[in-house]
């Protein structure tokens, strides 16, 4: 777990070094709320997004599963600061594996609640999906906004960056790849 006093004396030595006063009245919590933050922000560094997943049988159902525009909050490991955005997850399940509908945004959750870059984040997601159903082919389309970029170095807000994770028939049969982009796309 999240060493907490640690983060808190931490942050203290960093409102010091910018130069400002962490005694001074908007700063005296300041501290411990970013100790509480980063247990809630980088909780999954704890926690196991493969034990989330539950497995159902649905007679033969071997038909596209598409989960869009799932939310998704990250930290960029470069700069520590945020990138915000959305992912698409869509599978196909073999011999009737399905996944509760749930779950996909679960395991987005989790996979981004740690420090993460965003093309490894895209790879997880459709790696946890492959190991833990065994599907005909997985998708994984990431769309986001990275605060590194916009309010910092090249200052371009609004500039969006876009990842994929193709696996299985997805990555390798050109007709079922172009049927997938065009749902998460239509």
Same mark, same amino acid.
């Given at each position: 777990?999240? !060493?907490?006093?640690? @983060?808190?004396? $931490?942050?203290?030595?960093?409102?010091?070094?910018?130069? !400002?006063?962490? !005694?001074?009245?908007?700063?005296?919590?300041?501290?411990?709320?970013?100790?509480?933050?980063? %247990?809630?922000?980088?909780?999954?560094?704890?926690?196991?997004?493969?034990?989330?997943?539950?497995?159902? +049988?649905?007679? =033969?159902?071997?038909?596209?599963?598409?989960?869009?525009?799932?939310?998704?909050? =990250?930290?960029?490991?470069?700069?520590?600061?945020?990138? @915000?955005?959305?992912?698409?997850? @869509?599978?196909?399940?073999?011999?009737?594996?399905?996944?509760?509908? /749930?779950?996909? $945004?679960?395991?987005?959750? #989790?996979?981004?609640?740690?420090? +993460?870059? +965003?093309?490894?984040?895209? &790879? %997880?997601?459709? !790696?946890?999906?492959?190991?833990? #159903?065994?599907?005909?082919?997985? $998708?994984?389309? @990431?769309?986001?906004?990275?605060?590194?970029?916009?309010?910092?170095?090249?200052?371009?807000?609004? &500039?969006?960056?876009?990842? /994929? $994770?193709?696996?299985?028939?997805?990555?390798?049969?050109?007709?079922?790849? &172009?049927?997938?982009? =065009?749902?998460?796309?239509?």
């Amino acid at each position: 777990m999240i !060493d907490k006093q640690r @983060v808190k004396n $931490a942050v203290r030595e960093i409102l010091i070094a910018i130069g !400002d006063n962490p !005694d001074r009245e908007g700063l005296r919590e300041t501290p411990d709320r970013v100790a509480k933050m980063y %247990e809630e922000i980088f909780a999954g560094l704890y926690t196991d997004p493969k034990t989330l997943v539950k497995v159902f +049988q649905e007679d =033969s159902h071997e038909e596209m599963i598409l989960v869009k525009k799932i939310p998704l909050y =990250s930290v960029c490991e470069h700069h520590l600061l945020p990138f @915000v955005g959305e992912a698409n997850v @869509v599978y196909i399940p073999k011999k009737g594996r399905i996944m509760g509908l /749930s779950k996909l $945004a679960r395991i987005v959750d #989790i996979v981004a609640k740690k420090p +993460q870059l +965003q093309e490894r984040l895209t &790879s %997880e997601v459709a !790696d946890i999906v492959m190991e833990t #159903i065994n599907p005909l082919g997985v $998708a994984v389309v @990431v769309e986001a906004e990275h605060l590194c970029m916009t309010m910092r170095g090249i200052k371009k807000p609004g &500039s969006k960056t876009v990842t /994929s $994770a193709l696996r299985g028939i997805i990555k390798t049969d050109a007709k079922t790849r &172009s049927e997938v982009m =065009s749902l998460i796309n239509g």
